[in-house]
């Protein structure tokens, strides 16, 4: 686990920041937005990683788990790629506009801003361990172009918390180009976060991290959406 002292206190700075700009609401009920933008592969796969190989699976059991809590408060859509890497990569500004995967997500998110407090949960997959350099299970991002995500930090202290006896290894790294959370963080006043899942993590440890994240959501991101 490795976050530095200068970030941190740069975080907590941005945090500060932030607080002005907030418009959640108590009330409102809270839309969790689910995107596998890496999730179709090319018919012929070679070695490149052309799509992600268990994003979808993932998100869908994420998704079906938020569902199967039936709170009440809190609802879920999720949003699923239709277009190969090597044909058009949704998580760039080049498919920003042109795709119906990022059209269903902005529609999604226009049509209930006003009334729920919506937060975006961009998943992918990764198949080399040492891809982020640190032997990593789980990564989340928590810098984007032009901020911090201080949702990823929170998540990222819960799971490490809840999850400690697993051994499962959670890092926070610096993101970039990640198009789809920068547009829902800089143009649609949206809070997000991106969770990237090593491909070999065993299936017994995907439950553990997807449960805790569904903890987190119920338990933490309510108030989290309102102060943060
Ligand atoms: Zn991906």
Redesign the pocket.
């Known amino acids: 686990m490795n976050i530095s002292k200068k970030n941190l206190d740069s975080f907590k700075q941005n945090n500060n920041n932030n607080t002005a700009n907030n418009t959640a609401n108590n009330n409102k009920k809270i839309l969790i937005i689910i995107t596998i933008?890496?999730a179709k592969c090319p018919n012929v796969q070679n070695r490149l990683h052309l799509c992600?190989f268990s994003?979808k699976a993932n998100g869908e059991k994420l998704y079906s788990l938020l569902q199967n809590a039936k709170n009440p408060s809190i609802l879920s859509e999720i949003i699923i790629g239709d277009i190969p890497r090597n044909v058009c990569d949704l998580?760039r500004f080049e498919c920003r506009n042109n795709t119906v995967f990022r059209k269903r997500i902005r529609t999604i998110i226009n049509e209930n801003k006003k009334n729920k407090n919506i937060f975006l949960i961009d998943m992918?997959?990764y198949p080399n361990q040492d891809s982020f350099g640190k032997n990593a299970d789980v990564v989340l991002l928590y810098k984007n172009k032009d901020g911090f995500s201080n949702h990823a930090v929170n998540l990222w202290n819960f799971l490490g918390r809840n999850t400690k006896e697993s051994g499962i290894k959670i890092i926070l790294i610096k993101g970039k180009d990640n198009d789809i959370i920068y547009e829902a963080q800089n143009i649609l006043s949206t809070k997000s976060i991106l969770i990237e899942f090593y491909e070999k993590l065993s299936e017994n440890n995907i439950n553990i991290i997807l449960k805790q994240i569904v903890e987190w959501i119920q338990k933490k991101l309510p108030n989290l959406l309102i102060k943060l």
Do not use: E, R
Request: charged share 15%.
């Open positions: 933008p890496h992600d994003a998580n992918h997959s």
